[in-house]
């Protein structure tokens, strides 16, 4: 099986929680936005909390994630397919009033 890296960076509060900005991920060929997304919160439960509704089960309410430039939402969410090469932005948003 052949593999590929992608370039994760990490902005706002997802970076404050990781303690670092950017990393690569080795994937296998065909992965998706959520392989790299649980690569990513593999061993890093702070992180998937700060970013992560488990309550719905989705990042959408709680950050923004952009593969090349788009945000997954205009593409085919997390399932959306990376390539070598790609880069996945993960902004934490904030909430209030």
Request: charged content about 25%; some cysteine; aromatic content about 4%.
């Given at each position: ?63 923004l ?20 090469g ?12």
């Amino acid at each position: 099986m052949s593999g590929m890296r992608v370039k994760v960076k990490l902005l706002g509060v997802a970076k404050d929680t990781a303690g670092f900005g950017q990393l690569e991920v080795d994937l296998g060929e065909k992965s998706t936005v959520a392989e790299v997304l649980e690569t990513l919160f593999d061993g890093r439960g702070k992180l998937r909390e700060a970013v992560w509704d488990s309550a719905l089960n989705t990042y959408e309410s709680c950050a923004l994630v952009l593969l090349n430039g788009v945000e997954v939402g205009n593409l085919e969410g997390v399932d959306s397919r990376v390539g070598p090469g790609d880069e996945l932005v993960l902004l934490s948003v904030a909430h209030g009033g």
